[in-house]
């Protein structure tokens, strides 16, 4: 391969004249690294700008979805919660049996203005009551009996984005300190971590040094070597830019002073400053809630809602919200029966909720029955990988069998 | 995995002939956080086996408790006691003062242990803690008594050379942990599975070695396992006295019965040394066939901890050459590594490297979740990193001390007197550096600090910036940009 400059993107030339020693090209001409062979061999169309966006906002620990969509009119969600039910009086109403928690407001305004789907009763076969398993069959869209080392996320990247994106952008972005399973395919893909408060902004004489130091392979590379090297050499040119687009950002909302809301407006100003990253992943938790529930979860919900509201509303002033889904999903909800502590245990189905401008709002599918045992737990009637293909599909414009290993029923909510 | 050792080969002990520097140098980045040339040289000189005696003592050295947890032990049932008989306003105001006063806590906590922790004496065991600690894990976010904490750790520390059931029968005892895992919570007649659970699926066996109503049964003989202001006690009007089934066996067991059930189990064997593996040796699977060798082997000594930690460490596996360098180390490591290589005092100052443990992803006495760090790659990602270099400069800048406020002040000066005072790295360590000619000097440098040969380009690289015709025109600025250098590139982020 030649390592004539003009061969390389244009990201590797802005990495080159990051130097302030002007390293530029001597650190090219005897080898070629890596990175450099594989961004060459693109089979497929690079991602572009302006192509639909999709966040992933993780409810870490588990969801309780029947104090989330409450079944307001069923006597049997009462004495399966003599404490912990919400009232009828009090639930902000969707349609005439189901409404939404009253800590809910935000994102009742928005199912109100059409903008928010809420899929119901959405888990999977044989489902896994372990935090670690459940995620993991999640974010890797796996059976329960199966186990995948890489992300439903990841395997989209390989097969509909294998080249790389317009200015080396990553292609998917965390709000989070680790790499989300979800993001981790087959081949290596360029993602990028930034902390709710943003990237820390420091000058860097050394750096000429490094970016020369770094490019070596490590001497009896491994894959972890390998790894920390592309991982160091990819931060270094994103650094830059991430952090002068956070910075020079003006949103166009209010959000909430939280670092749940901070994420999202992290991701607004990405989106805004025109990176073709097309995931975003963010978190907020943990709604692992055994003991004494009722506070937490209201506390969560309320952040959840308003930090989604304010998220929408900086998009759609900044004319951008045509071009993002938002997708909430959690490992499991939590059992009907509530336990002694005032809380719930590990359950299984639940509803998600997906918001966006092109979204068809509403409530789709059907609510859970609600004819269980103590101690039993709801029958999903939405396989979580169906709302997956839905998106694939029909948002991403992907390959939903590729991707999933098999056609999924998709639903109608895009 | 591709290993060429067999199941048989793998445990053996290394050959006296392959006591090189080399493993020496492995041996003590693995067991601790780095390796200065007195502990080689003392290690070569003692051999192997005698080396293996001291890291892992019989009696492991006590941590000596630090005094704001004392305070906070003595303090607690005076405050529950004033809490009790106030006002609601006043009760908000007094929850808000306890827990800032557990914060402070653990953070002079946090600072203790870095500093007990960072002594070549100590880092072996306090690693082994470390390990044992993000097996049976416990966090501040949800224990938000920071002495319950400490007093978990030190039942670790205390019982990490002893056998693994007992360690376990502890660790059901913790107060940290009742509360962590809901034991408190877990009655008669109103079970809450979550210790069951996850002692099974996380702390002994790992999932597919037990069913929902080995869990089920489980969590009822766990009930009455209680604690108050940091004391357990057992609860005999709370306990499940009726029959359980687990794992085939129907009796009127307790929690201590169901733990010897739990190590009756093949699995028992060989999960705890696959949590151990990925702790020190790789982020990949050793095969069944090996772990079911060392397994056995571990269960015929009644699961002694000391045993399994003398007899992996001192096995033909663990000093296999695929496996030496190519670590990638935790933030702890990485952080305390670079205070052994300069040899200096972890300063008193815990808001100061807080926040860096925070963004490397690793908050000390704070996992994520019951399942702990995952470690290896997941350290790494690009905010991760930048954090790492953060940090590692941080240890080069001069200390201002007009900028710390009274409290910290008055604890620098205590640590002083103390005979704590290298907290950053100055002109004096690097000088020996300055006074070699570049070539020679880069040789030396690289030798200390890195754990692998560096690659020869690397070397001519940091020759080239100490060379006398390289910016800054000051000889010890060069060392100092050079080294800092070293500390953030990948070669210096594994071990």
């Known amino acids: 391969m030649k390592n004539h400059p003009n061969f390389l993107p244009s990201s590797r030339r802005e990495f080159l004249t990051m130097s302030a020693k002007g390293i530029g090209l001597l650190a090219f001409t005897h080898y070629a690294p890596s990175f450099l062979v594989s961004s060459a061999r693109a089979e497929v169309p690079a991602p572009r700008k302006d192509m639909p966006i999709l966040v992933i906002v993780q409810l870490a620990g588990g969801n309780d979805g029947l104090n989330t969509v409450v079944p307001f009119e069923d006597d049997r969600y009462y004495r399966l919660r003599p404490s912990l039910a919400v009232s009828k009086d009090k639930v902000l109403r969707l349609d005439d049996h189901l409404g939404l928690n009253p800590a809910c407001a935000g994102l009742h305004r928005l199912a109100q203005e059409g903008k928010l789907a809420i899929i119901q009763n959405v888990g999977y076969p044989n489902p896994n009551r372990s935090h670690f398993r459940s995620t993991d069959i999640w974010e890797t869209a796996s059976e329960s009996n199966e186990f995948v080392s890489t992300g439903f996320v990841g395997r989209y990247f390989d097969n509909c984005c294998g080249g790389a994106p317009a200015g080396n952008d990553p292609l998917g972005v965390h709000l989070t300190g680790e790499v989300p399973e979800i993001f981790l395919g087959d081949r290596e893909h360029e993602t990028f971590g930034v902390l709710p408060y943003g990237n820390l902004n420091r000058r860097n004489e050394n750096l000429g040094l490094l970016e020369k130091l770094v490019q070596q392979p490590v001497a009896g590379e491994n894959e972890s070597a390998s790894y920390l090297r592309h991982t160091m050499m990819d931060t270094l040119v994103t650094e830059r830019k991430v952090a002068d687009l956070l910075s020079r950002y003006q949103p166009a909302a209010e959000y909430p002073r939280n670092a749940f809301a901070a994420e999202l407006r992290n991701v607004a100003a990405l989106i805004a400053g025109g990176l073709s990253t097309r995931v975003y992943f963010v978190s907020l938790g943990s709604f692992d809630t055994h003991v004494n529930q009722q506070g937490r979860h209201e506390q969560l919900l309320t952040t959840l809602g308003d930090g989604l509201s304010a998220f929408q509303k900086d998009l759609e002033a900044h004319q951008l919200a045509g071009q993002v889904l938002a997708m909430t999903f959690s490992e499991f909800g939590r059992r009907p029966m509530e336990n002694d502590g005032k809380g719930t245990d590990h359950g299984t189905a639940a509803p998600l909720f997906v918001m966006g401008a092109k979204v068809k709002g509403g409530l789709h599918g059907t609510a859970p029955d609600l004819s269980v045992d103590r101690n039993q737990d709801l029958t999903y009637s939405v396989d979580f990988r169906q709302v997956y293909a839905t998106v694939i599909d029909r948002w991403l414009a992907g390959d939903s069998a590729a991707v999933l290993g098999r056609k999924f029923e998709p639903l109608g909510f895009i | ?495």
């Open chain 2, 1 to 495: 995995m591709k290993l060429t050792l067999t199941p048989s080969e793998a445990w053996q002990p290394l050959p006296v002939d392959e006591w090189d520097e080399a493993a020496a140098l492995h041996l003590l980045r693995r067991t601790g956080w780095s390796a200065q040339t007195p502990e080689v040289d003392r290690a070569l000189a003692d051999g192997l086996d005698v080396t293996l005696q001291r890291l892992f003592p019989a009696t492991p050295p006590a941590m000596r408790t630090p005094p704001s947890i004392v305070a906070l032990e003595e303090d607690t049932p005076e405050f529950a006691a004033k809490i009790r008989a106030a006002a609601p306003a006043e009760r908000r105001e007094l929850y808000q003062q306890a827990r800032e006063r557990s914060r402070n806590a653990l953070l002079d906590l946090t600072a203790q242990w870095l500093q007990h922790a960072s002594r070549p004496e100590f880092a072996a065991v306090e690693k082994w803690t470390l390990f044992l600690g993000n097996v049976y894990v416990v966090a501040a976010r949800k224990v938000q008594n920071s002495a319950l904490l400490y007093r978990h750790q030190d039942m670790l520390r205390r019982n990490c050379t002893g056998t693994a059931p007992d360690l376990t029968k502890a660790v059901l005892r913790s107060p940290a942990m009742i509360n962590y895992l809901d034991l408190q919570q877990n009655r008669n007649g109103a079970p809450n599975e979550n210790f069951a659970r996850e002692l099974m699926e996380l702390f002994t066996l790992g999932i597919g070695h037990y069913t929902e109503n080995d869990i089920k049964d489980a969590a009822r003989a766990f009930t009455g396992y209680v604690q108050r202001f940091g004391d357990y006690r057992f609860e005999p009007r709370l306990h499940d006295h009726s029959p359980k089934t687990i794992f085939g066996h129907t009796g009127n067991f307790d929690g201590d019965n169901v733990i010897d059930l739990i190590y009756a189990q093949k699995a028992a064997g060989t999960h705890l040394p696959a949590l151990l593996t990925r702790f020190y040796l790789t982020d990949e699977t050793l095969p069944d066939g090996h772990l079911d060798a060392l397994g056995d082997w571990w269960r015929a000594t009644g699961f002694d901890l000391r045993q399994l930690a003398q007899r992996y460490f001192s096995s033909r596996l663990f000093f296999a050459p695929q496996f030496r360098g190519g670590y990638i180390k935790s933030p702890v490591q990485f952080f305390l590594g670079l205070v052994q290589d300069f040899s200096l005092d972890v300063p008193p100052l815990p808001r100061r490297f807080e926040p860096a443990f925070r963004q490397m992803g690793q908050v000390l006495y704070d996992p994520p979740n019951v399942r702990g760090w995952v470690g290896g790659r997941e350290w790494i990602s690009s905010t991760t990193i930048e954090a790492r270099r953060v940090l590692a400069r941080a240890f080069f800048q001069p200390f201002d001390e007009t900028r710390l406020n009274a409290d910290e002040q008055r604890t620098v000066a205590a640590a002083r007197a103390a005979g704590e005072k290298a907290f950053t790295v100055t002109d004096n360590t690097l000088q020996p550096y300055a006074a070699l000619n570049p070539d020679d000097a880069a040789a030396r440098l690289l030798r200390q600090l890195l754990s692998l040969p560096a690659s020869e380009a690397y070397r001519r690289a940091i020759g080239a910036a100490l060379a006398s015709d390289g910016k800054p025109a000051r000889p010890l600025a060069r060392v100092r940009d050079a080294v800092v250098t070293v500390l953030e590139t990948p070669e210096y982020q594994l071990c």
